[in-house]
């Protein structure tokens, strides 16, 4: 702000961070989960951002996905079950200077969560949020969850689930004032990276669905994906997801989609013999919660006592009178 | 002065002023009218317009002299300055006839009196201009504005009879004084004025406390440079409200929270405090007290920083204050006006160190709040803080210091030190006023012709070319507001000159008038200079606010009654009008009745143009009037000739460098047309042997080529096996075809990636017996490497790579590659052949290869 750049003048201040500065505690997930790779990929953006640890916040609710904060050495919330967003919406309007990450289970997010994900879609908030599908509660040892694919048999459904799983893209995208919706997979790290990476530069909410490997229950829900990578369709564009030459001779069903055009992002969320990947939809014209609503002034928690407590005495008794 | 191109018109404020006096006078005369015999609104005896001047000629007595004897008398004053006649009349009870229509300068609207409104977006605002909005404002249908007019007007004369005795006023107080004082005089009926009344409140409660009215005075241009600067730097500092506001607050916040964690707060008496009464005998405090200090009570902050960030809270307190509100602003600014240059340069310094000290607490500040601050790494360098360390923007927040002097008091001392001044890079904005326009006092005779020191500083500076400079008469200070706050927000220095027309007792012409004439005359053109604007003199430097600026002098119209008809006149104005109006030079005009008229009588500016030096039959006039319009042709000494041409020499110099006739322009132009006008001839005589001689070789080629092309057509194969007519094709079979090479290139390109791949294939073949790994679709999942972590490790990227194949066997790497959830290991082939099972392995291992 008017020139006073505190950073030009002491750059001896200034941190390379290297990704092992935001590795925390080691990651206690089955061998083989796909959480890892998410993991690498969200550890590998705040490097290449070089972002302060201490500026930087996961949010998480509970289930084996959510344990992410854990194993990020920045600030994190271990939140409550299905309501990560919430509390990062608390922290994003105290704190717009943090950078804001959301992780959540399918379970998380669109079961328990589902009235917050819907609002915080409204409410647009400038973050990046993660939903872990792996189409299963993991952390409760195998319940079939709102996205688990029809005839999934779990706890819950010993004969298989019988209702057709609901599309968190899909879902997301018919909410009014959206403006980043996309769709990645975890074993695809290039891919997964460049969506995670377009989704933190988004000035608003950016939801990104992850399909999630988990070996340990549902270790054959994606075999069709990933042993068939014509399944796969990739959506690339100059303002949309960027794929690699190498890359493009393994995975060869490739469309161009402009991700500003909204009807044909709910054309390709809306596909089921195919599974879209990349930048479905987005618009940076939302306005966001967070700008709208910022604060003009600076108010110190000290303040606020104040001003609560000058409340408050208006409704004390004296026992004395 | 009436100007006969429309164009012209808006560009001198003059004009305006008189447009609007008529305007006034029309606008009362038509409401005095509609009202018939109501009196309720009609002016005040005293305060009604005299009639405007009616200029006429008068006739007089026939002369006592023969014609050859007026014209050897007006011959001798011309060339003399002496005459054997006694004049009829003094110059000094004359006026210009262009400025007779000013005579009665209180009844005319022109820019001033100036409000001045800290509070409002334009701050500056002519009281006229302000008035005629609440007009257009009110809301009022037609009939009704024209009521409110006619009162606001007549507010506006109360006003500037009032505020002509001061040189501010505070416009609330004078406003409320002018609006009983008319309503006192006002024998209305009742119902006529209430509503009008009530507007009028209503306009009274909008008017703050903080507004004033500047009448057209000595030292206005000061008041209004130190309002200008005011509101420009509030603005500037602006940002910095809320800024300032939260880094203190912040800053203190920590001062907080460290006494909260210092174990203070957890004395048992504290902690008693913070029970209240009820329940204290229930608990021991002393050894609650124990338990959380043990627990809780973090160090204090050290003494140093602590200390430091005090002082930081001083200094932004300081300056918060200082921008917290216009009074306090404009009182810390008030101290920046100097009137020596010894002076301007004390408040600068001291100024730049504390502008350095300003910056500096606040990047300490940045640092407290956000903990950064190391003092091993950050004393020293705070230690060296300078102005070094100040970005442009960082100085853009300088506050301009006003130098203001009068040109007579400045001493010589200064004027060489002022040069420096204005070379320099430091803000001072040096406000001198003009008051030695061709009336300094002079060293030695032949200075009497200088226009002074002053009024040829503003070019002088010019030459610096770095330096902002704005030449102006204070009556077009409105018009050039704009180019005011540019030269104050520049960051360098800059020279405002400014003529007021208060330099000598004028009786005949008001000081208004008199400065507007002074620029009109071209005795002190309006121009300036802004080196911050483009990179030529074109863009830097201008002259179109300058009355008629293209031409030599402005010319004006005058209407002459003769008996009952009107006929108008064009006249131009010249320095000598200009300068008729001074003491000194009363001696060189020589008022003649019309009796003594006569045809070797020509206006001065016509007899300058023509080369009076060395033809010297003409005689050279002004137009003057007196008090009754009566108009007398005033004679002008050869001496003042001479110095209307210098005039507008110096201004023809301006305005070359203003780009117009512009004389290297001309003179190449001129150069350029004939070396054209040259060449195009010698083209010509050039095209023409060309054209001929290239006629006669190609008959002579042609006739050539037809024979042989006639003798070879005859004599070729084909016409000699297939016969006439289809040999005319064969030279196109040598054209090659295009087509095939299009597609040729369409088959390289699709050829290409194939050929890619083969290669590529080659050389993963070539690699085959080595263990590698498919890095970057590594999915981190940990597996490899938890099962040999020698073997496998991550790399920058925290993906998979094999780090040692021979830290482990063979069957580490074919267990990995099946455990592997992407199946990116490939074990490649055994490097140890005495490991055991090694057939086995090696057919699992064909699944990864
Ligand atoms: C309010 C509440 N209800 C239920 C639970 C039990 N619970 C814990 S995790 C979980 C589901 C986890 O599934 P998901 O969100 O998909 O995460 P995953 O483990 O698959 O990553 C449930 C129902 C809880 N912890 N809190
Ligand atoms: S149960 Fe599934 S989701 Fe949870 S850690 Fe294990 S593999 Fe991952
Ligand atoms: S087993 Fe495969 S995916 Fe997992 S870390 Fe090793 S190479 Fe990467
Ligand atoms: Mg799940």
Redesign the interface.
Same mark, same amino acid.
């Given at each position: 702000m008017f020139g006073v750049s505190i950073n030009n003048i002491i750059d001896i201040d200034q941190k390379n961070y290297s990704m092992e500065d935001y590795q925390g505690d080691t990651p206690r997930w089955c061998p083989g989960c796909g959480d890892n790779g998410i993991l690498t990929a969200a550890q590998r953006i705040c490097r290449e951002e070089q972002l302060p640890p201490e500026k930087t916040v996961f949010v998480s609710g509970i289930g084996c996905s959510s344990r992410f904060p854990h194993y990020m050495n920045t600030y994190g919330f271990h939140g409550l079950h299905g309501r990560a967003l919430p509390i990062a919406e608390g922290i994003k309007i105290r704190r717009p200077d943090l950078h804001v990450f959301v992780n959540m289970g399918d379970g998380d997010c669109t079961s328990i969560g589902t009235a917050h994900w819907i609002h915080a879609i409204r409410y647009n908030f400038n973050m990046t949020v993660m939903l872990h599908d792996n189409g299963i509660y993991g952390l409760t040892k195998k319940q079939a969850s709102p996205t688990s694919p029809l005839g999934t048999k779990s706890n819950t459904t010993p004969k298989g689930s019988f209702l057709n799983p609901l599309n968190p893209t899909v879902t997301t995208l018919g909410v009014e004032n959206v403006s980043f919706v996309a769709q990645a997979v975890e074993w695809i790290p290039e891919l997964l990276y460049d969506i995670i990476r377009q989704a933190y530069h988004h000035k608003g909410f950016a939801f990104i669905r992850i399909m999630q490997r988990c070996p340990h229950y549902t270790p054959a829900m994606f075999d069709p994906l990933m042993s068939t990578p014509e399944n796969l369709m990739l959506l690339t564009h100059k303002d949309g997801m960027q794929i690699s030459d190498p890359l493009k001779k393994v995975y060869k069903n490739i469309v161009e989609h402009d991700p500003s055009e909204k009807l044909k992002a709910n054309y390709y969320a809306e596909m089921t013999d195919k599974m879209p990947i990349g930048i479905l939809y987005k618009n940076e014209n939302i306005p966001t919660y967070d700008g709208l609503r910022a604060p003009e002034r600076t108010v110190t928690p000290q303040m606020k006592e104040e001003a609560l407590n000058q409340e408050f005495d208006k409704f004390g008794i004296n026992p004395r009178d | 002065m009436k100007t006969p191109d429309p164009k012209e018109i808006d560009e001198t404020k003059v004009s305006d002023s008189e447009i609007d006096s008529s305007d006034l006078l029309k606008e009362l005369d038509k409401i005095a009218h509609h009202f018939g015999n109501d009196t309720s609104l009609e002016i005040h005896e005293q305060e009604a317009p005299q009639e405007q001047i009616k200029l006429h000629f008068e006739e007089t007595e026939k002369s006592e002299y023969s014609l050859d004897e007026i014209k050897h008398d007006h011959l001798k004053f011309h060339l003399t300055g002496h005459s054997e006649h006694t004049p009829d009349a003094n110059v000094k009870d004359l006026r210009p006839a262009l400025s007779a229509p000013f005579t009665n300068f209180e009844y005319i609207r022109h820019d001033f009196p100036l409000l001045i409104k800290t509070s409002s977006d334009n701050c500056i605002e002519p009281l006229k201009d302000y008035l005629d909005n609440l007009v257009e404002q009110s809301g009022l249908n037609t009939d009704e504005q024209r009521n409110l007019k006619l009162l606001l007007l007549k507010l506006e004369l109360i006003l500037k009879k009032e505020s002509a005795n001061h040189s501010a006023l505070v416009f609330k107080q004078a406003w409320d004084l002018a609006v009983k004082n008319f309503w006192q005089s006002s024998n209305s009926h009742k119902q006529k004025t209430d509503s009008l009344k009530t507007l009028i409140s209503g306009f009274s409660d909008q008017i703050n406390d903080h507004s004033e009215l500047i009448s057209y005075s000595k030292g206005a241009e000061l008041t209004l440079f130190k309002a200008a600067r005011l509101k420009q730097w509030q603005k500037k500092m602006a940002?910095?409200f809320? $800024?300032l +506001?939260?880094l203190v +607050?912040?800053l /203190? *916040?920590i001062l /907080?929270v460290s006494k909260k964690t210092s174990g203070e707060s957890y004395t048992p008496d504290a902690l008693q405090n913070t029970m209240g009464?009820?329940g204290s005998d229930e608990l021991d405090f002393n050894s609650f007290s124990e338990i959380v200090t043990q627990s809780f009570a973090k160090e204090s902050l050290p003494a140093n920083r602590i200390e430091r960030i005090k002082s930081v809270i001083t200094i932004l307190n300081r300056w918060f204050k200082i921008i917290s509100s216009m009074e306090q602003s404009e009182k810390f600014l008030d101290r920046l006006v100097a009137d020596s240059t010894t002076k301007a340069l004390k408040i600068y310094k001291s100024q730049k160190e504390d502008l350095i000290e300003f910056?500096k607490a606040?990047?300490i500040a /940045? !640092?407290e709040i956000e903990h950064?601050y190391e003092e091993e /790494?950050?004393d020293p360098?705070f230690e060296d803080f300078s102005s070094l360390?100040l970005? $442009? +923007?960082?100085w853009s927040?300088f506050p301009p210091i006003i130098l203001y002097f009068k040109a007579r008091e400045i001493k010589s001392a200064d004027k060489a030190d002022l040069i420096d001044v204005l070379a320099s890079k430091m803000p001072i904005k040096v406000l001198v006023t003009v008051d030695d326009l061709y009336n300094a006092s002079t060293f030695f005779d032949e200075s009497f012709y200088s226009p002074g020191w002053s009024a040829v500083l503003g070019k002088m500076a010019l030459s610096i070319n770095t330096t902002f400079v704005l030449q102006f008469p204070l009556s077009h200070m409105i018009n050039v507001l704009s180019e005011i706050e540019q030269g104050l927000q520049s960051d360098r220095a800059a020279l405002f000159c400014v003529f007021d027309g208060f330099d000598q007792e004028q009786e005949m012409v008001a000081p208004f008038v008199r400065s507007a004439a002074a620029s009109e005359s071209r005795a002190f053109p309006l121009f300036y200079y802004n080196p911050n604007q483009g990179n030529s003199w074109a863009a830097h430097f201008s002259i179109a606010k300058s009355s008629q600026h293209k031409s030599d002098w402005p010319q004006g119209e005058i209407e002459i009654l003769e008996g009952d008809s009107v006929k108008t006149e064009k006249l131009d104005f010249s320095l000598g009008d200009f300068l008729t109006g001074l003491e000194r030079y009363k001696e060189h005009f020589l008022p003649i009745e019309r009796s003594e008229w006569h045809g070797d009588l020509i206006p001065l500016t016509e007899y300058i143009h023509s080369d009076f030096e060395n033809i010297n039959k003409s005689i050279p006039y002004i137009l003057m009037a007196n008090d009754e319009g009566a108009m007398q042709k005033v004679i002008v000494t050869k001496t003042m000739c001479r110095l209307c041409v210098d005039a507008q020499i110096r201004w023809n110099r301006i305005q070359e460098l203003s780009g117009i006739n512009n004389s290297h322009v001309i003179e190449q132009v001129e150069k350029e047309r004939e070396k054209m006008t040259k060449e195009m001839q010698e083209k010509l005589v050039q095209a023409e042997a060309k054209h001929k001689a290239e006629m006669e070789q190609s008959v002579e080629g042609l006739t050539n080529e037809i024979i042989s092309n006639i003798a070879a057509g005859l004599l070729s194969d084909e016409m000699i096996s297939i016969g006439s007519g289809t040999g005319i094709s064969a030279p196109q079979a040598t054209i090659p075809k295009a087509a095939p090479k299009q597609e040729a290139i369409q088959d390289e390109v699709k050829e290409k990636p194939e050929a890619l $791949?083969a290669a590529t294939e080659e050389e993963e073949d070539l690699s085959f017996n080595d263990p590698y790994i498919d890095t970057? !679709? @590594?999915?981190? @999942?940990?597996?490899c490497c *938890?099962l040999n972590d020698q073997m496998f490790a991550y790399d +920058? *990227?925290?993906?998979a790579y094999i780090k040692d194949a021979k830290a482990g066997t063979f069957k580490d790497l074919v267990t990995a590659a099946e455990?592997c959830?992407?199946k990116i290991i490939h074990p490649g082939k055994p490097l140890n052949p005495d490991e055991p099972g090694l057939d086995e392995l090696i057919k699992e291992a064909e699944k990864y290869n």
């Open positions: - | 940002p910095f809320g $800024e +506001e939260d +607050e912040h /203190k *916040n /907080k009464q009820p910056f606040i990047r /940045k !640092l950064r /790494k950050h360098f360390y970005s $442009e +923007e960082d927040h $791949e970057p !679709l @590594c999915t981190s @999942c940990n597996d *938890n +920058e *990227n925290k993906q455990k959830p992407v």
